[in-house]
């Protein structure tokens, strides 16, 4: 979101965004908004690790998004009943940007350009949401909510194999939608064959190319 601000918004459009924004700090551990409250507006990372999860029908909460700086949060609250579908809670101390909904409604509506790629990355948003929707094996769900922690925050530098931020096991395995035994156990396969390392709770990714061809072997196919 705040990419297609400063690209598809005039200088006088940003600076009634920056007029109107809100900057806002949460502790980790803490709650952006949580699901079913009313939908305020939209929330941009500035800096920080926010995760994003779901109630599901047992009641349990499903990690089903991972979110670092520049990001947007609370888009799914938009339309239907206005309330937020789902929650953001802090991984670490965190600054975000808060845009109410009749600030944001001015920009759509006044601006055919930013209003037309916002939909675009609403398109994109739903494709990937799809694409989710398959039958992998736990070792492959494994691999992915792996990867999807790699692809969110990255490295600790461009030399480094260790993950910026790792998840707690509980949190991988939340991604996965398996449990935290088979995350274990798919973390210690994936050690033995040289794809990734531990140290303590922190994980070093060794082979990205191994781990990507598990996570996403369908994109091998297409390939």
Same mark, same amino acid.
């Given at each position: 979101?705040?990419?297609?601000?400063?690209?598809?918004?005039?200088?006088?459009?940003?600076?009634?965004?920056?007029?109107?924004?809100?900057?806002?700090?949460?502790?980790?551990?803490?709650?952006?908004?949580?699901?079913?409250?009313?939908?305020?507006?939209?929330?941009?990372?500035?800096?920080?690790?926010?995760?994003?999860?779901?109630?599901?029908?047992?009641?349990?909460?499903?990690?089903?998004?991972?979110?670092?700086?520049?990001?947007?949060?609370?888009?799914?609250?938009?339309?239907?009943?206005?309330?937020?579908?789902?929650?953001?809670?802090?991984?670490?101390?965190?600054?975000?940007?808060?845009?109410?909904?009749?600030?944001?409604?001015?920009?759509?509506?006044?601006?055919?350009?930013?209003?037309?790629?916002?939909?675009?990355? $609403?398109?994109? !948003?739903?494709? /990937? *949401?799809?694409?989710?929707?398959?039958?992998?094996?736990? +070792?492959? =769900?494994?691999?992915? %909510?792996?990867?999807?922690?790699?692809?969110? $925050?990255?490295? !600790?530098?461009? /030399? *480094?194999?260790?993950?910026?931020?790792?998840?707690?096991? +509980?949190? =991988?395995?939340?991604? %996965?939608?398996?449990?935290?035994?088979?995350?274990?156990?798919?973390?210690?396969?994936?050690?033995?064959?040289?794809?990734?390392?531990?140290?303590? +709770?922190?994980?070093?990714?060794?082979?990205?190319?191994?781990?990507?061809?598990?996570?996403?072997?369908?994109?091998?196919?297409?390939?």
């Amino acid at each position: 979101m705040k990419f297609l601000i400063d690209k598809y918004c005039s200088k006088e459009w940003k600076a009634f965004i920056d007029f109107h924004k809100k900057t806002k700090h949460f502790e980790k551990g803490e709650f952006v908004f949580e699901a079913g409250q009313d939908t305020k507006g939209l929330y941009i990372i500035e800096s920080g690790k926010v995760k994003i999860t779901s109630k599901q029908f047992d009641k349990s909460l499903r990690l089903i998004r991972l979110a670092n700086d520049g990001d947007i949060l609370g888009h799914r609250g938009f339309g239907g009943n206005w309330k937020y579908p789902i929650s953001a809670s802090t991984l670490e101390k965190t600054e975000v940007t808060f845009i109410s909904v009749k600030v944001f409604d001015v920009i759509a509506k006044t601006n055919a350009l930013f209003s037309y790629h916002l939909m675009m990355f $609403f398109a994109e !948003e739903l494709r /990937k *949401s799809e694409a989710k929707i398959k039958h992998y094996p736990v +070792k492959n =769900l494994v691999a992915r %909510a792996l990867l999807d922690n790699c692809r969110a $925050f990255g490295f !600790e530098n461009k /030399k *480094s194999t260790k993950l910026a931020y790792t998840l707690s096991r +509980k949190d =991988l395995a939340s991604k %996965a939608g398996t449990t935290y035994e088979t995350v274990v156990r798919s973390l210690a396969e994936f050690k033995k064959a040289g794809i990734i390392d531990t140290e303590g +709770k922190a994980i070093h990714v060794l082979d990205l190319d191994r781990l990507r061809a598990i996570a996403r072997p369908e994109e091998l196919i297409h390939h």
